[in-house]
C-alpha cells in the first residue's frame, strides 16, 4: 500500500485489481526487519504502528439485511426423491414444494446434465452425524448427507445408530458411485472433528484423499436448509435435541513460522469486482480458494464493499502455496485480545497478527467485523510480495457461517 493514498493496487492474471485500505500497514510483533520510518507514514518498525481513521469515517453498511437463500431444492438442480413416480410428476409450485416434503424419504440425486463418466465432480462434501430424530427403538437415527460444491450431487441416507462405523460408511459411499453411475472422488471434505476417525478410513479404504475443513459451504447450508423443511417434519423429531457432535472452537495457536507474514493492511473491495476476480479461473492466482456466490444466494450490491485483509511478504509465493493446504475458511478480529485470528481445518485456530491495542485501533477492527457481517460473512484474504505491488499471488474469498443446527 502505497503510503500517500488510500488504495493498495493488486493485479491478478494481467489484471489490476483496487482493494480501498481501511487503515495504514501492520508490522506483525514476530518480523523484526530493520528500516527507517517513513516520513509519509506514521509507522515505526519494529516497535509499534497505528492506524489512522479512513475518511469515510468506517466501513460502509449495506443498505438493506442481507438474506442467504440456497437454490430451491425442487429445481433442475436440486433434491430428486428416490420415488419413480416423483420424476414424472408435473413440477410443483414454491408454495406445493413446502408441504409435499417428505421428512422420511432418502435422496439420490445427479443433475442430468452431468456427464458422470467426464469426470465433473471430482471433490464430494460429506456429513456423517446423528440428527434430532428418534426410530422406533427410541435412538436416534444417523444420517449420511453428500453433496458437490454446486449441489449437482445430492445424496442423503438413514442409519441405525448401531451400525456406525468405517465399514457402512466405506460400503455407502460406494453404493452413491454405483447408484448413479458416478465415479469415486478425488477428495472428500468433512467437517466434523470427531468423526475424522471413521470417515479417513473408509475414504483411504476406498483410495479416496479425506481432507478436513469447513469449506463444505454448500453442505452446511444445505444441512441448515434441510433442519428447517425436513428434520422438523419428520415424525420423529426431537424439539430442543442439541447436535451430538459440536464443532470445536479451540483457542488459537502460536502461527507457524512459515505462515507469518510481514506486513498486513485491512482493505475492502466493491463486490462487483470480488465477482469479478473469481468469475475468470484462468486470471485468478495460482494459489487460494473461491466460492460459489450464486449459490450462496447473497443479496449484496455490486457497490457494497467487502472487508478483507491483505498480506505481504517477500516470500509470498512460498506463503500463499503453505496457505494453500490449510483449508482456510475465516478469518475474525478479537478485539480483546487485539489480534486477527485464522481459521483452517476443522479444529485449527491461529493468532494470525496482533496490532497495539487503542480506541482507533478498536474502532478500526470493529468497523471491519460489522463491514463483513453487513456482506453476509462475506471477506476475502489476499497475499501478496508488497503492499505497493501490483501483483497478487493468491486470493482466498472467505464466509463466517454459524454452526449447523444438527
Sequence with gaps: ?????????????????TFLAMSTIFQSPRIRIPRP?????PISYPRSFSIRPPSSGGFPYAAAPIRRTLRSVQSDISVALSS???????????????DDVDPTAEVCFLDQNIDPTAGSITEWELDFCSRPILDDRGKKVWELVVCDSSLSLQYTRYFPNNVINSITLRDAIASI??????????????FRSQM????AKACNELGVKPIP???CISLLLWLEERYENVYTRHPGFQKGSKPLL???????????ENLVGERWAFVQLPYSAVVKEISSPEKRPYFGGTLDLDLLGLEIEDKTLVPGVAVASSRAKPLAAWMNGLEVDSMEVDTGRACLILSAGVATRYNYATYKK??????????????KKACGGLHFLAIQEDLDSDDCVGFWLLLDLPPPPV
Design 213 to 215: 475443513s469447513k469449506r
Design 196 to 199: 475424522q476417525t471413521i470417515i
Design 246 to 256: 459440536a464443532l470445536d472452537n479451540p483457542f488459537p495457536m502460536e502461527l507457524p
Design 177 to 190: 458411485s454405483q447408484d448413479l453411475g458416478l465415479p469415486l472422488p478425488e477428495k472428500i471434505r468433512f
Design 1 to 17: 500500500m502505497r503510503k500517500s493514498v488510500d488504495n493498495v493496487q493488486l493485479e491478478a492474471g494481467g489484471r489490476a485489481t
Design 84 to 98: 419413480d413416480s416423483a420424476a414424472n410428476e408435473p413440477e410443483p409450485s414454491e408454495e406445493e414444494d413446502d
Design 37 to 41: 520510518p517513513s516520513p509519509a507514514s
Design 358 to 371: 487503542t480506541p482507533e485501533t478498536n474502532r478500526e477492527a470493529e468497523s471491519w467485523e460489522a463491514a
